[in-house]
Every structure is written in structure tokens, then in C-alpha cells.
């Protein structure tokens, strides 16, 4: 195989890819709240035929979930009971697998349904 081949197989797998990533799908968001009434309000909030929902009401627990079965986008509360919100994003961040992942912080309920449906439909836009 020459050289010259090599740029074209890049190109075809990242093609390849972007086809992937655009297929019509699911998204799947994750809230991370450990008030179960808050919990339900962001879901009601949020719940589309499109989107699969889970739910964790830890911190851990919200890792653990994001780990073995990787989400679109994450709503997160910045109180729960094992560690803070900002431990949860800063784990996040260090960690590659999970670093590219969209994360809504949630006490400005008002904005949060807006926000996080423009994350999960154009994540490059929602930093």
C-alpha cells in the first residue's frame, strides 16, 4: 500500500463515522438528581419520543452509569449526597472517554429544557 493511500482510508473512516453518528437515533440523557421530585420534573420536562432518559442520584452512580453505557448529554445537580457536583464535572472532564459529553448544570430550571435539548441535537453548539 503507497503512501498516497493512507490520507484516503483516514478520510473513509471518518466519513465513516460522521454517517455513523448521524443515523436517526435515541439520545440518551442522563439527570443526576438525587431529589426524586426534581428528578421527575426535569424528566416530564425533558421526556421526547427521541430521547431515552436514566437517572442516577449519585455522584458515583452517575460515573459509573456514564461509563458503561455512554450518554449524549447529562443534566446535573451540583448537590448530591456523595460529592458535589463540581467533583462529578471535574471526573468527567479528566476522564477521555467521558471529556467530550455535554453537561447542564440544573438549578436555572427555567433555561434547563431549552439548553439541554440543544445539546443533544447540536452538541458542538452547547459549550
Not at 98 to 120: D, G, Q
Amino acid at each position: 500500500m503507497s503512501a498516497s493511500q493512507r490520507p484516503t482510508e483516514g478520510v473513509s473512516a471518518a466519513l465513516s463515522q460522521i454517517k455513523e453518528y448521524a443515523k436517526p437515533r435515541r439520545k440518551r440523557l442522563l439527570i443526576v438528581e438525587d431529589n426524586a421530585a426534581e428528578q421527575m420534573s426535569i424528566r416530564e420536562l425533558l421526556d421526547h419520543n427521541d430521547i431515552e432518559i436514566v437517572t442516577s442520584d449519585t455522584g458515583a452512580g452517575a460515573l459509573s452509569t456514564l461509563r458503561e453505557n455512554p450518554c449524549d448529554c447529562v443534566v446535573l445537580d451540583l448537590r448530591l449526597p456523595d460529592m458535589s457536583g463540581f467533583e462529578v464535572l471535574d471526573s468527567i472532564r479528566k476522564d477521555d472517554s467521558l471529556s467530550t459529553c455535554p453537561v447542564v448544570v440544573s438549578p436555572a430550571a427555567s433555561f434547563l429544557w431549552r439548553k439541554t435539548l440543544n445539546c443533544i441535537r447540536w452538541p458542538e453548539a452547547s459549550w
